[in-house]
């Protein structure tokens, strides 16, 4: 059933040995190179050129075709626009999460399906689904199911819990079920060592080898505000824009006692409040308010009712699962309670939900509800929730 499989080739190491297994295996392999950015750096060196020419260079070794594929236009309308209104309103984006819904997993999907003639696509991604690594345990009949990596560290169903199960059910990760030493030394016992020694790409693509705070600068315009502190009300310094803070982020501001962290950004009086501490009690909460959840399946028994259904979330992809209770709001936005607070839960960042091993999916946070504190003094949640 599955003859024709396109394959994403980055220049890496993961998706040179995804599709060495492929070739082995004896699928009618494509390599796809996807051009999503025009990055070059102050020098005039393209890193993307790099990446292609390694690209090539794989395909070559493997005797495979390789097609390049610009998807620069979808990218900076699709991911990148949205990244910079996100910025501009104080919000903290998820670049990554956005990439792999709107480019990898539709546009590419697409564009291999009824283009190239994919019977499905493959991708170097360390997770895994319920259909098998190489779709070996297909059924037509059954419903596809995201699950974790064993690599802990890899593991990256975070990032892909809002793709389609139409696309994720023709996908295959051939080195899911492996760690990335194991992956690394493959690469070396079949000749492709040069990808094991290449340096991994970290960060956001389009950022590149400046710092994030000379890029975004480039895009959004300076806008100086006051730093108040939380508990005086008082001002304790200046700031040159929202978009340069996060939510949880250490300040620098000198001549306090001990160093501030952002607590909130108001956008209409842009003040940032911040707190003394890193882990001063208001930057704790253990409750969530998101927008509309994207389910590749939904939670067993959630419902618009209010039914509580029990998970486990997470809204940074390195740390523990927390469990959790999730209800569901008449407008199908998420309310979830958390069984402990959480330090710095972040509008725009994503909720991501599982049980066991199963990703479900996740949901943009609109706001974290009102810390514990707050709620131990008496202060109702909705003057709280509208601050």
């Known amino acids: 059933m599955f003859r024709r499989v396109v394959v994403g080739i980055s220049g890496g190491v993961d998706s040179a040995v995804s599709a060495y297994l492929l070739k082995k295996r004896g699928f009618e392999v494509c390599g796809a190179f996807m051009k999503n950015w025009d990055l070059i750096d102050e020098s005039g060196y393209c890193s993307g050129e790099q990446d292609f020419e390694d690209a090539q260079r794989l395909c070559r070794t493997l005797n495979i075709p390789l097609e390049e594929i610009n998807f620069v236009k979808d990218y900076w309308?699709?991911?990148?626009?949205?990244?910079?209104?996100?910025?501009?309103?104080?919000?903290?984006?998820n670049p990554d999460i956005l990439c792999n819904r709107h480019i990898k997993f539709?546009?590419?999907?697409?564009?291999?399906?009824?283009?190239?003639?994919?019977?499905?696509?493959?991708?170097g991604h360390y997770a895994r689904t319920n259909f098998g690594p190489f779709l070996e345990r297909y059924n037509e009949n059954e419903k596809v199911r995201l699950l974790m990596a064993p690599d802990p560290i890899k593991d990256q169903t975070f990032f892909l819990s809002q793709i389609s199960a139409e696309a994720l059910r023709r996908t295959m990760f051939p080195i899911g079920a492996l760690t990335k030493p194991q992956v690394k030394q493959l690469a070396i016992e079949v000749g492709l060592e040069a990808y094991a020694r290449k340096k991994e790409s970290m960060g956001i693509c389009f950022v590149g080898k400046r710092s994030f705070q000379q890029f975004i600068g480039e895009y959004i315009e300076t806008k100086p505000g006051p730093f108040v502190d939380v508990d005086s009300g008082r001002e304790?310094?200046?700031?040159?824009?929202?978009?340069?803070?996060?939510?949880?982020?250490?300040?620098k501001i000198g001549g306090c006692p001990q160093p501030y962290y952002v607590l909130r950004k108001h956008r209409e009086s842009n003040v940032i409040e911040v707190a003394s501490g890193h882990d001063h009690p208001l930057l704790y909460t253990d409750m969530v308010y998101t927008e509309r959840p994207v389910w590749i399946n939904a939670p067993p028994g959630l419902s618009s009712e209010g039914r509580v259904v029990r998970c486990e979330f997470r809204f940074q992809h390195t740390k523990p699962l927390v469990g959790c209770s999730v209800i569901e709001t008449h407008g199908r936005q998420l309310f979830v309670k958390l069984d402990r607070p959480l330090r710095a839960i972040t509008p725009g960042q994503y909720a991501v939900f599982y049980r066991n091993e199963e990703c479900f999916g996740s949901a943009r946070i609109l706001q974290p509800g009102p810390s514990t504190v707050y709620r131990a003094a008496g202060v109702s949640l909705k003057s709280e929730a509208s601050g």
């Not at 309308?77 to 984006?93: C, M, R, S």
């Not at 399906?113 to 991708?123: F, M, N, Q, S």
């Not at 304790?236 to 300040?251: I, Y």
């Open 106 to 123: 539709n546009r590419f999907f697409h564009h291999a399906r009824e283009r190239l003639g994919a019977d499905a696509i493959a991708t």
């Open 236 to 251: 304790v310094g200046q700031h040159a824009g929202l978009h340069h803070w996060t939510v949880g982020q250490k300040c």
């Open 77 to 93: 309308v699709e991911v990148f626009g949205n990244f910079l209104k996100d910025y501009e309103a104080g919000i903290t984006p």
